[in-house]
């Protein structure tokens, strides 16, 4: 698993790692409470950075947390695909027939995972804690239910998501 070093070129190396995993993430979808691999990959990538995971009863999707203290501020990012077959024809389409991410889960992801490792990288300036949450079955009913019923939002002083959109440019914020 690569990492991604103060040492190393770090917009260059985070850059490559989030591509990469952007591509696998949108290789590899999976439907609303099925994204076993999905989290299995985030949850590596995390931990080989050090980002502490909470333990919180959940199927699929995940809980981690940068930083140390009150407040703690939430990101949130959904995880699941949809049941569309992909005829994109980009060379990292999706490999499971009948399943895409084609509403930017993958997109979003990675944008939530590489502000986790910015974060990681700079824990020591937080003032307070981070949590982030790579929510489950956010196209099925019931996935924000799931996160709710661990009890891991009770502190949470605010929370953040994001949802992309093709009718902005690229690097534009709306």
Not at 82 to 96: D, F, K, N, R, V
Not at 115 to 131: N, Q
Request: some cysteine; overall charge negative.
């Amino acid at each position: 698993m690569k990492t991604v070093s103060q040492e190393e070129n770090g917009r260059a190396a985070l850059g490559t790692l989030l591509r990469e995993h952007f591509e696998w993430m949108h290789r590899h979808p999976e439907l609303s409470f099925e994204e076993t691999e999905t989290t299995k990959h985030v949850r590596d990538v995390l931990v080989a950075h050090g980002v502490r995971i909470l333990d919180v009863p959940m199927k699929t999707g995940l809980v981690a947390e940068v930083g140390h203290g009150a407040p703690i501020i939430a990101l949130r990012a959904d995880i699941d695909a949809l049941p569309i077959t992909e005829a994109t024809g980009l060379p990292y389409a999706s490999e499971c027939p009948g399943k895409m991410h084609a509403c930017g889960h993958d997109f979003h992801t990675t944008a939530v995972l590489g502000a986790t490792l910015l974060l990681k990288a700079h824990e020591s300036e937080l003032r307070g804690t981070v949590r982030i949450v790579f929510q489950p079955g956010e196209e099925a009913p019931g996935g924000a239910k799931v996160v709710l019923d661990t009890g891991c939002l009770a502190d949470v002083t605010a929370m953040f998501g994001l949802h992309c959109s093709p009718r902005l440019e690229a690097c534009t914020i709306g």
